[in-house]
């Protein structure tokens, strides 16, 4: 549900050397769902991995971008009769999981609304209370399933949008990749949702910044600065990705129940999990929750740890943190 290649997460660590002649660490960097990505690991022969996780990259692209008229999740939108990759109905099933688990907070059917209000792949649309009713009709994560692998819908104008799910995903699936080729020591970050494992070129377990919640894209004032070990973190917030008409901001963040931009004061949400496809989708429910609603459902979710920026009654911001993530900050 956002365009994080205006939004994102600080990588702090400098990769400047190897830790012996026989260790290298490589960097690739590039671009996928409209945002930036860089992947840094440890290729222990030396080797660089450019090309297979490039191309890696560009399938699963194929399969969860909306904006590829040729993608997976395109084909299912315009009713193509397909049995989707593995890999699209394991992030939809995850998808349906966390829809339960945040009682619809998280909603991969809200995409007729993210267009219609200028977050998506199609122009905005003039939005009035009864064409915002018109389209909460065809949303609905009940009202879409999979049956003998196929993706099969109550009524053919129900839309999916992955977007707020499928960065995270990516990220573990590169993370797998490289797993597979031996690397032990990696990092992969996708518009700032980022997965890490082992250390850096340093030794020393990867640091990852968290941005202050300012509006100017151009200022990386941080937050605060955590070590993410074996973990993954994403963070979703409303501070950059919005537009104001007659004076009012409306954020990209749309609560696929009112069907309306959501209007609260939390400023960003970053979530700490076991797997970054589960920190993508529920840093985008606690956005469309809200602060008190969202450190409820965190509470009840095993694994999860949570870092809010809010702002009070003054104005000012303020920071709600679980135990668990207050552990991992660097002092």
Same mark, same amino acid.
């Given at each position: 549900?956002?365009?994080?290649?205006?939004?994102?997460?600080?990588?702090?660590? &400098?990769?400047?050397?190897?830790?012996?002649?026989?260790?290298?660490?490589?960097?690739?960097?590039?671009?996928?769902?409209?945002?930036?990505? *860089?992947?840094?690991?440890?290729?222990?022969?030396?080797?660089?991995?450019?090309?297979?996780?490039?191309?890696?990259? =560009?399938?699963?692209?194929?399969?969860?971008?909306?904006?590829?008229?040729?993608?997976?999740?395109?084909?299912?939108? @315009? @009713?193509?009769?397909?049995?989707?990759?593995?890999?699209?109905?394991?992030?939809? $099933?995850?998808?349906?999981?966390?829809?339960?688990?945040?009682?619809?907070?998280?909603?991969?059917?809200?995409?007729?609304?993210?267009?219609?209000?200028?977050?998506?792949?199609?122009?905005? $649309? =003039?939005?009035?209370?009864?064409? &915002?009713?018109?389209?909460? $009709?065809?949303?609905?994560?009940?009202?879409?399933?999979?049956?003998?692998?196929?993706?099969?819908?109550?009524?053919?104008?129900?839309?999916?949008?992955?977007?707020?799910?499928?960065? !995270?995903?990516?990220?573990?699936?590169?993370?797998?990749?490289? +797993?597979?080729?031996?690397?032990?020591? %990696?990092? &992969?970050?996708?518009?700032?949702?980022?997965?890490?494992?082992?250390? +850096?070129?340093?030794?020393?377990?990867?640091?990852?910044?968290?941005?202050?919640?300012?509006?100017?894209?151009?200022?990386?004032?941080?937050n605060a600065?955590?070590?993410?070990? +074996?973990?993954?973190?994403?963070?979703?917030?409303? %501070?950059?990705?919005?537009?104001?008409? @007659?004076?009012?901001?409306?954020?990209?963040?749309?609560?696929?129940?009112?069907?309306?931009? &959501?209007?609260?004061?939390?400023? *960003?949400?970053?979530?700490?999990?076991?797997?970054?496809?589960?920190?993508?989708?529920?840093?985008?429910?606690?956005?469309?929750?809200?602060?008190?609603? !969202?450190?409820?459902?965190?509470?009840?979710?095993?694994?999860?740890?949570?870092?809010?920026?809010?702002?009070?009654?003054?104005?000012? +911001? $303020?920071?709600?943190?679980?135990? !668990?993530?207050?552990?991992l900050l660097v002092n």
């Open positions: 549900m956002r365009l994080q290649i205006l939004f994102f997460i600080i990588l702090l660590s &400098v990769l400047s050397g190897c830790n012996s002649s026989k260790q290298k660490y490589v960097a690739n960097n590039g671009m996928i769902y409209g945002t930036y990505y *860089s992947v840094k690991y440890e290729s222990a022969n030396g080797s660089d991995l450019g090309p297979e996780i490039d191309r890696e990259l =560009k399938r699963l692209s194929r399969i969860f971008s909306h904006y590829d008229k040729e993608a997976t999740i395109t084909k299912i939108n @315009n @009713n193509t009769d397909i049995i989707p990759e593995p890999e699209f109905i394991a992030c939809f $099933q995850r998808a349906m999981e966390i829809s339960e688990l945040t009682n619809g907070a998280f909603d991969i059917t809200a995409a007729p609304l993210i267009s219609a209000w200028g977050f998506g792949p199609e122009d905005k $649309q =003039k939005m009035t209370a009864a064409k &915002v009713d018109s389209l909460k $009709q065809f949303c609905g994560y009940n009202k879409v399933k999979i049956s003998s692998n196929k993706i099969v819908k109550d009524v053919p104008e129900i839309m999916l949008n992955m977007s707020a799910i499928a960065k !995270g995903y990516t990220c573990d699936l590169i993370g797998d990749l490289l +797993n597979k080729k031996g690397c032990v020591n %990696y990092m &992969v970050d996708i518009g700032g949702e980022v997965v890490a494992s082992g250390v +850096n070129s340093k030794g020393k377990t990867w640091t990852i910044g968290i941005r202050k919640p300012i509006e100017n894209p151009f200022k990386n004032e941080l600065a955590l070590r993410l070990e +074996n973990k993954a973190m994403a963070t979703s917030g409303n %501070y950059l990705n919005f537009y104001e008409e @007659n004076g009012k901001k409306y954020a990209h963040t749309i609560d696929p129940k009112s069907g309306y931009p &959501v209007q609260h004061s939390l400023l *960003s949400a970053s979530v700490v999990a076991n797997d970054c496809m589960s920190a993508d989708a529920f840093a985008t429910a606690f956005m469309v929750l809200g602060k008190d609603l !969202g450190i409820e459902i965190a509470r009840q979710v095993p694994g999860l740890e949570i870092y809010f920026i809010y702002a009070d009654e003054s104005g000012e +911001n $303020q920071v709600y943190m679980s135990e !668990g993530f207050s552990s």
